[in-house]
């Protein structure tokens, strides 16, 4: 069974530009969670979707927003990006069986550099 | 709120040393505890995880138990490998209710582990 997949591996952007970051989750897990990975901040939780809703958000400004679609594939969006904002972009899935302590599997990450 | 602490490193080690890496946690409820690893340029593999108190998550060698009157899970192993040279999270996994199936990771800083041949 594959894993969890990320699109793109790498991108640079410059200030002030918007980026999408695409993650499909291992099949038949309908939970998808994002964390961003700094060397300041370490692992921070940024939002978590199921069934298309998000259903729990970090401390996150408003700049940084996500969606799923109902094959559960997911995507965050950046807007109006931040020297702040380069960091390692990492996408989590889990079967969210009803009852369980699931466990979250992760992707490879994103590595987004902004100039 | 919840949280982890992790003992702060880099760690380094020879091949065949014993390793502990200590991990404490802060908890609301009854969390599942994890511990992830990352290799340079990857994403976090999980290692092992444990749900409930007394319980010991074991993969690869490596070994934690979850005691709750100590709040702690720490990481062990009796021989490391060059090849465990990575970074170690420990985790947390917050329980939001009876019927809840989610939940979000509270992570640790990490713990850099380098072992020399």
């Known amino acids: 069974k594959a894993g969890v997949t990320q699109t793109p591996r790498y991108l640079i952007k410059t200030r002030g530009q918007q980026v999408t970051l695409s993650c499909s989750p291992i099949?038949?897990?309908?939970?998808v969670s994002w964390y961003q990975q700094t060397p300041g901040q370490g692992l921070q939780f940024l939002f978590e979707?199921?069934?298309?809703?998000?259903?729990n958000k970090g401390n996150f400004p408003g700049r940084f927003s996500g969606r799923q679609f109902s094959n559960s594939r997911s995507e965050m969006n950046v807007s109006t990006l931040e020297l702040g904002d380069s960091a390692l972009y990492l996408c989590?899935?889990?079967?969210?069986?009803?009852?369980?302590?699931?466990?979250?599997?992760f992707g490879p990450g994103t590595r987004l550099l902004v100039l | 709120g919840d949280s982890v602490t992790q003992m702060e490193g880099p760690v380094t080690l020879s091949e065949e040393a014993f390793l502990t890496i200590n991990c404490t946690y802060t908890?609301?409820?009854?969390?599942?505890l994890f511990w992830y690893v990352q290799y340079p340029g990857e994403g976090l593999q999980l290692l092992l995880k444990?749900?409930?108190?007394?319980d010991k998550g074991s993969n690869k060698g490596f070994e934690a138990t979850y005691r709750k009157e100590t709040t702690s899970f720490h990481l062990e192993k009796g021989s490391v490998q060059v090849s465990d040279s990575a970074v170690y999270f420990c985790?947390?996994?917050?329980?939001?209710?009876?019927?809840?199936?989610?939940?979000?990771?509270?992570f640790g800083r990490g713990t850099q582990l380098t072992v020399w041949p």
């Open positions: 989590a899935s889990s079967l969210a069986r009803i009852g369980d302590q699931e466990t979250q599997y």
């Open positions: 099949s038949g897990h309908r939970s």
């Open positions: 979707y199921f069934s298309e809703t998000q259903r």
């Open positions: 908890a609301t409820g009854y969390p599942s």
């Open positions: 444990a749900t409930k108190a007394d």
């Open positions: 985790a947390l996994s917050d329980h939001r209710g009876r019927g809840s199936t989610l939940g979000r990771l509270y």
